[in-house]
């Protein structure tokens, strides 16, 4: 249940006519949008050099495309900029080797699977393959690390 005091105001409020918003182009009496005022364009610009709205900056339909035909142009002349990044200030999140979910990550999804190349992977089969690596120096601070993988029955693998 209402009061008859939040009544009266909420039909006040609907009796009040929006304030209209100055515009600059007809305060300072500007003639006409150029693409070389870059100061006057900024101002209809937001802090990421988005174009305001008409309803934000107080212009007409007419000013409105006048000033968005002047912006293209002077960003097409580089004298705008088409984007600025803004940095957030946002504290750093602990990151483990996948990312920030890390600790989750064995909890959800139980025990990992081992890789193909993991010598107990391959428990199907029952061959047993040997490695063998050997360090060569190519040029005075250069090495180079040959390994060499064989099978038992003597294929390369």
């Not at 097409?76 to 940095?87: F, G, I, N, T």
């Not at 504290?91 to 483990?96: I, K, L, Q, T, W």
């Amino acid at each position: 249940m209402t009061s008859k005091s939040n009544k009266l105001r909420a039909q006040k409020a609907l009796l009040r006519k929006p304030k209209k918003r100055s515009n600059v182009v007809v305060k300072e009496k500007v003639g006409f949008v150029d693409y070389k005022d870059v100061n006057l364009l900024q101002r209809y610009m937001s802090d990421r050099s988005k174009l305001r709205a008409r309803r934000m900056n107080g212009n007409n339909v007419q000013l409105q495309r006048d000033i968005a035909t002047a912006v293209k142009n002077a960003r097409e002349m580089a004298l705008l900029p088409y984007v600025k990044q803004v940095s957030a200030a946002r504290a750093p999140r602990e990151r483990g080797e996948y990312g920030s979910d890390d600790r989750d990550r064995d909890r959800d999804r139980g025990p990992r699977r081992p890789r193909r190349d993991d010598s107990s992977s391959s428990g199907a089969s029952t061959q047993s393959s040997a490695s063998f690596s050997e360090t060569i120096e190519v040029a005075p601070n250069i090495t180079a690390e040959i390994s060499t993988e064989t099978n038992t029955d003597g294929a390369a693998s």
